[in-house]
């Protein structure tokens, strides 16, 4: 059964760190190390647990190189799950799609602005983009594919606002429903996770 935004609104209350910015990033059949050289990125040290990786990426923004993200990754069945912790790469089309090719790319944002983008690219071609607050002003080659699904999740189409906003945890519903990955509390608190820091074009 399809999961809905409901199902994940223990990431807010259990992960405020994060919380409140990051960019989730599911991409089917390629290993960290073949995404960190499609990324260009640069090796860190891995790290356990999403609070290390929130540390982590919070701290290069006090560095000199302030033009570097924090990228964690860990293998979940045949996709690799990306976490940035106050990020976005995962749907900056310009990195995004050239990143695609071959393959499925399926990547969710939110900021503390609560500016949201949820992006499904496969190999290169932009499927659907939309923001999860605004779920009725979609683009891409397939806008309407997952239009039954997406209000199925909890994505608030009506002119009337929601009791609770929704939003951001059905962006992680619908993430799984396109790649079978879920993403739960034990994957984000016990993983030791892959780690790079790429250059933001």
Not at 32 to 55: C, H, K, N, T, Y
Not at 133 to 145: A, Q, V
Request: with cysteine; glycine share 6%; charged share 25%.
């Amino acid at each position: 059964m399809t999961k809905t935004g409901a199902d994940y609104s223990w990431f807010e209350d259990d992960f405020p760190d994060i919380a409140e910015a990051y960019c989730f990033t599911l991409v089917r059949g390629l290993s960290p190390a073949e995404l960190m050289s499609r990324l260009e990125g640069r090796p860190e040290a891995p790290l356990q647990g999403i609070a290390a990786v929130a540390d982590a990426a919070f701290a290069q923004y006090d560095l000199e190189e302030r033009d570097r993200q924090l990228v964690a990754m860990t293998t979940v069945g045949t996709w690799t799950l990306l976490i940035e912790p106050n990020g976005y790469l995962g749907v900056t089309e310009e990195q995004a799609l050239p990143a695609s090719a071959g393959t499925s790319w399926i990547s969710h944002f939110t900021n503390i602005n609560a500016v949201g983008t949820f992006l499904w690219a496969e190999d290169q071609v932009l499927r659907l983009c939309f923001d999860p607050m605004f779920p009725e002003d979609r683009w891409g080659t397939e806008p309407d594919e997952l239009r039954d699904v997406m209000e199925g999740i909890g994505f608030h189409f009506d002119d009337d606002d929601p009791e609770k906003d929704l939003s951001a945890p059905a962006a992680f519903a619908l993430a799984e429903h396109l790649t079978g990955v879920a993403v739960t509390p034990a994957l984000l608190q016990d993983t030791t996770f892959t780690c790079t820091t790429v250059k933001i074009r």
